[in-house]
């Protein structure tokens, strides 16, 4: 009897075991809705914590982060907060990869200004910026609107250890990609040559791609 009892018990956690698995299995969008609400909830600590983000904060933004938890299970899961070189907080996240062949996987990312929402299928990004779709990142680069489908911005090929995001006008600075993320100090810029003159909308396009970039190469990266 007892040994009937202790395999059921295994058995119901295996089930149980199996029934999440399957759940973070091609989520649906009950299921995404879900997890943003906890990531939401997960990183609202920090909203007052955070600086506000102008031309300062992006020239000593740090590439490395104050805080960071990776866990690569069978879903990874990561969060973190990045900051200035002078460990002022400026931003935070929250990112979730699902099971999948190819990439699915949801980012939230939050400043003292804007929330960023990430969902990634395969090599297509959809950003939404404070509840409100700005565009998808296609797998060539482009951030295409989401309201005519003109392209926003665009990444230029790497040079030099420096990854540009522009527009169609002009440069609206580089992301550093030369040193790896969580393999430096936090004296380290993750930004360079940003334009002094940046207006609200260029530095949102630029953090929209800015941030998903770092937290990408973060979690892309051992801990």
Do not use: C, W
């Not at 522009?166 to 550093?176: H, S």
């Not at 909308?201 to 190469?217: D, G, N, W, Y």
């Amino acid at each position: 009897m007892y040994f009937f009892l202790i395999t059921m018990l295994i058995g119901i956690i295996g089930l149980l075991f199996l029934l999440r698995i399957m759940a973070d299995f091609q989520p649906g969008e009950h299921k995404i809705k879900e997890d943003l609400a906890k990531m939401r909830a997960e990183i609202a600590q920090y909203g007052g914590e955070l600086a506000p983000i102008d031309k300062a904060e992006l020239d000593l933004f740090a590439i490395d982060q104050m805080y960071r938890v990776l866990k690569k299970r069978a879903v990874l899961t990561a969060k973190g907060v990045f900051s200035t070189i002078y460990q002022e907080p400026v931003a935070a996240y929250s990112y979730k990869r699902y099971v999948s062949s190819k990439l699915n996987a949801l980012l939230y990312v939050r400043t003292a200004e804007r929330e960023y929402v990430y969902r990634f299928r395969d090599q297509e990004v959809q950003i939404i910026v404070n509840n409100q779709p700005l565009g998808t990142l296609k797998a060539n680069g482009v951030l295409y609107s989401a309201r005519d489908g003109h392209m926003l911005a665009r990444l230029n090929p790497e040079t030099s250890g420096l990854l540009p995001v522009v527009t169609q006008e002009r440069e609206l600075g580089a992301i550093n990609t030369l040193v790896p993320v969580g393999k430096t100090t936090l004296q380290t810029r993750a930004f360079e040559f940003v334009k002094d003159n940046l207006s609200d909308e260029e530095e949102t396009l630029f953090l929209s791609i800015a941030l998903m970039q770092l937290v990408k190469r973060s979690v892309e990266q051992p801990k």
